[in-house]
């Protein structure tokens, strides 16, 4: 298994009410799928901690850990001089257990949906995962097929040795949305990940599939499993299997998003995605 260090590659803007001629329209209704992250020790399990993440203004976020607010600005950028200004670094000195706070807006180019990568240092672990937030359709569609296309990104570690052992992956995925029957079936390909020696992008070979989609509502769930040629490329003698779980976001359900928990015998794995319907010409 080679050491692959996780690089974030999904690809919005906070959703804002509009005010023209003195009227104001109403806002739409959140919704906020909270955080699931892996709790990272001398083994991984689900993290149980609450974690929200609210874009105040550009620059200007507001971090919410076990109930305790933290707030970012632009002096807690990354990178103050580069173009991402979603991404933040904070130490934390307070009588809470929590060292310090990463964070990333992974889908900058949406408008419905936001998908933040959150990383939490504590004391004695660490915790990453993602917290998702967005505007709840006031309408599904009902009697269509659609293709959403988009991006997927996450790591795997090591069960009994989570920080010496890791790979990232990122990729494509393509789903067909069947809002007549609701399903959804689709696959992950394209798929990359990051060598931190190299410091370039690894192309893999393979992919996963995407099955047994069902549609609740506005909610989904599906199962993604990997195929046996992206196991071998990523050194798996098992594939990686789990459920895909979000929403639909957006005017009319434009937007997908949702986190994948993935596992064999030997890794746990944890990602984002979200996707966008495709319009015919």
Same mark, same amino acid.
């Given at each position: ?11 919005? /803007? ?23 992250? =892996? ?14 993440? +609210? ?50 807006? /992974? ?5 419905? +949906?936001?998908?933040?990568? +959150? ?32 991006? /997927? ?37 394209? +798929? ?37 040629? =992206?196991?071998?490329?990523?050194? /798996? ?15 009319? %359900?434009?937007?997908?998003? %949702? ?23």
């Amino acid at each position: 298994m080679k050491n692959f260090i996780l690089k974030s590659g999904l690809v919005s /803007l906070a959703a804002i009410t509009l005010v023209a001629s003195g009227t104001t329209t109403t806002a739409p209704e959140k919704i906020n799928l909270g955080y699931t992250g =892996l709790l990272l020790t001398d083994k991984i399990s689900i993290s149980s901690t609450k974690a929200n993440v +609210v874009k105040i203004a550009e620059s200007e976020v507001e971090v919410t850990i076990s109930d305790k607010k933290y707030k970012f600005d632009k002096t807690d950028l990354e990178n103050p001089d580069g173009n991402n200004k979603n991404r933040f670094r904070k130490k934390i000195d307070d009588d809470s257990d929590v060292d310090d706070i990463y964070i990333d807006l /992974l889908n900058r180019h949406h408008k419905g +949906v936001q998908i933040w990568y +959150v990383g939490i240092g504590h004391d004695d672990n660490y915790e990453q995962g993602y917290v998702i937030n967005g505007d709840k359709p006031v309408k599904m569609p009902t009697d269509i097929v659609a293709t959403y296309e988009g991006r /997927l990104s996450g790591s795997m570690r090591n069960k009994t040795n989570p920080f010496n052992d890791q790979s990232s992956f990122y990729g494509d995925i393509e789903l067909e949305v069947d809002f007549n029957n609701n399903s959804i079936a689709g696959s992950f390909y394209d +798929v990359k990940t990051w060598d931190n020696d190299q410091q370039e992008d690894i192309i893999l070979d393979g992919g996963a599939d995407i099955t047994s989609g069902v549609i609740a509502g506005d909610k989904f769930t599906a199962t993604i499993t990997t195929d046996e040629t =992206l196991n071998t490329s990523m050194g /798996l003698t098992q594939s990686l299997s789990g459920e895909m779980s979000g929403g639909f976001y957006g005017y009319y %359900g434009t937007e997908m998003a %949702g986190i994948a928990v993935l596992e064999n015998d030997k890794y746990s794995g944890l990602a984002g995605f979200d996707a966008n319907k495709e319009f015919k010409k």
